[in-house]
Structures are given as structure tokens and as C-alpha cells.
């Protein structure tokens, strides 16, 4: 037996093929990247006065206490449904929906009952629409 070498060709990596997937493979990750630019909205709030504004002595306010109960302009509801509220608010405006619609609620009231009075006075046409609060104290 005779053992020798075989003298065969130079054996080498083509890479054409290779650098051709890598640019292939940066091209679509920079098409399908997003740039994602943050952007601040730059607000000017109003600051309030300590002045009471002018008050109009007809005024419809619902008052919601901390268990969803309303009642309007001093009249308490059999219910807390909205359409109990709504007839009970035209029967008060009489159909004049330029009136302040004003709703005071209780810090604890859910906030389902305080939606629901803004949905009937959006639905009746009311447009004047204030939530009360209170003024806090000095600080302890």
C-alpha cells in the first residue's frame, strides 16, 4: 500500500454570498425600524384667581353624596338611574339648557355617578357645565 498526498486544489471561503445576507439583513432592519421621535406638549395653564365669580340665582346643581345618590337643586331621586336624573333635570330647566349645569360631588363618590351626570347634561344640551370643589386650608 502506498500512502501519499494528494495534491488537490486550495481550498477557500467565498464571501460574496455572505457579505450579500449581511447587507441584506441591515437594509431591512433599518427599513423596518421606527424612529421614534418623543415629543413634550408645552402647556400654558390658567391660574385662578381668590375672587367669586358672578353667581345667576337660577342655576341647576346635582349633588351626588358618597353613595351614588342624587339630588337635584336641594331635591333628592328615588333612584341613581340615569333617566331618573335626566326627567328630573328637564322638569327643573323647563327646556332652557343655556342654564349652569353645576355638579358637587363627595370626595368618596364613585366615579361612575360624577360620569353619568356629565352624560345627562351632555345629552340634554347643556353647555355650562362647572364641578365644584373645595378651597383646601392652610397647610399644618
Request: hydrophobic share 40%; aromatic share 6%; net charge negative.
Amino acid at each position: 500500500m502506498k500512502f501519499r498526498r494528494q495534491l488537490g486544489e486550495e481550498v477557500s471561503v467565498n464571501l460574496t454570498p455572505l457579505i450579500d445576507v449581511v447587507f441584506l439583513l441591515l437594509i431591512f432592519f433599518m427599513v423596518s425600524t421606527t424612529f421614534t421621535k418623543e415629543s413634550h406638549l408645552e402647556i400654558d395653564l390658567p391660574e385662578a384667581t381668590g375672587k367669586v365669580g358672578q353667581q345667576d340665582k337660577t342655576v341647576l346643581e346635582v349633588v351626588i353624596n358618597s353613595k351614588g345618590e342624587y339630588s337635584v337643586n336641594e331635591r333628592p331621586l328615588i333612584n341613581n338611574q340615569a333617566d331618573t336624573l335626566s326627567k328630573a333635570v328637564m322638569k327643573i330647566a323647563e327646556g332652557n339648557n343655556k342654564l349652569p349645569f353645576i355638579i358637587t360631588a363627595d370626595a368618596k363618590t364613585p366615579h361612575e355617578f360624577v360620569v353619568r351626570a356629565m352624560d345627562v347634561a351632555g345629552k340634554l344640551g347643556f353647555v355650562h357645565l362647572s364641578i365644584t370643589t373645595q378651597k383646601t386650608g392652610p397647610a399644618e
